[in-house]
């Protein structure tokens, strides 16, 4: 190693597995940013499902070994490459595409991928943005293409991308209904966005959430656990409604002929689809409902980096509060 190399702690995966292949190093190099990144001193970082499948060696992103986990990250900007002009060492910013990794003290990301962080946000708040509020926003707009007046059915909204998905879809004047699993997630959905909340927990749940819609149904469904939920979802939308599956961790049956006598359809999502432009898009609109306030990330389970391991483990079970789970740095 050359003399004079600035060191950092960092999570690494060296073989895919369980959450024990993650480790922490206290010797990895911190990046140098080229021409268009930035280098980020890391405060926070978010924590997504999506990380348990690619440590795991399940999901179809994989990575070369070895490689620090994550992409959402809040904190400082620490260093600037040449050609960057938008950014300037000691700005608060938060990204959704690290280079690098961002479960780490420092994070490589593209300009082009990071973004202002406003005061009235802490860093904790910054980290639980990135892939939770892009999902949520490709899947209402971009997918489902949503319009004022419509109904919104959030199935498993207590989560990041479920609480993000209610507060864009109230501000985007649709009437939203979101599940939970707890008395303390209900609430909190009620509070960020929902019109009225039920409990997926709940034996006769769906009966009630048909009672309160109605004939009608409902015109977009945004599934966090499609492998449990999918079959009762094409039973629950209306003529022409859609099924946007944001998440789902296993086979199911479904009858197809739900399908048919609605005209309804399921679309799969991946933020990582995204083109540049379309990023740019979502960031203009998640800027603006900054400015405006009604994007208030909720943070829930928060982690140290040495606990990392425990929270990939709770993230899966489902053993955590409300809202979006962070390692703090």
């Not at 149904?217 to 099924?243: Q, R």
């Amino acid at each position: 190693m050359a003399t004079g190399q600035k060191l950092m702690r960092a999570i690494r995966v060296f073989e895919f597995g369980g959450p024990e292949v993650l480790k922490l190093q206290s010797d990895v190099v911190v990046p140098v940013p080229k021409e268009h990144q930035v280098l980020i001193k890391v405060h926070a970082c978010g924590v997504n499902p999506v990380e348990t499948y690619i440590r795991s060696g399940t999901h179809l992103i994989k990575p070369t070994l070895p490689y620090t986990p994550g992409t959402d990250v809040a904190g400082v900007i620490e260093a600037t490459g040449d050609e960057v002009s938008a950014f300037k060492k000691g700005d608060r910013v938060f990204s959704s595409r690290t280079i690098s990794g961002a479960y780490a003290e420092y994070a490589l990301a593209a300009d082009h991928t990071v973004y202002p962080l406003p005061g009235n946000l802490d860093f904790k708040q910054g980290a639980a943005i990135g892939i939770p509020y892009f999902t949520a926003f490709r899947a209402l707009l971009h997918s489902a293409r949503v319009k004022a007046g419509q109904s919104v059915l959030v199935h498993g909204a207590s989560g990041g991308v479920g609480l993000a998905a209610c507060q864009i879809a109230r501000a985007y004047g649709l009437n939203v209904l979101g599940t939970a699993g707890t008395e303390e997630g209900q609430k909190i959905v009620l509070q960020n966005g929902a019109h009225e909340v039920f409990n997926h927990r709940e034996v006769n749940y769906i009966d009630k959430i048909k009672k309160s819609v109605g004939e009608k149904g409902i015109d977009v469904i945004i599934e966090m656990l499609a492998n449990v939920n999918l079959s009762n979802d094409l039973n629950l939308l209306s003529f022409g409604g859609k099924v946007i599956v944001v998440g789902s961790r296993g086979p199911i049956e479904i009858n197809p002929r739900a399908t048919m006598t609605k005209e309804s359809s399921i679309t799969g999502i991946t933020l990582f689809a995204s083109t540049k432009e379309e990023f740019q898009q979502f960031a203009a609109a998640l800027q603006a409902g900054m400015e405006i306030g009604w994007l208030k990330p909720v943070v829930g389970s928060q982690y140290p980096l040495e606990k990392v391991a425990q929270a990939h483990e709770d993230i899966i079970r489902g053993s955590r509060p409300p809202g979006k789970m962070v390692l703090l740095l």
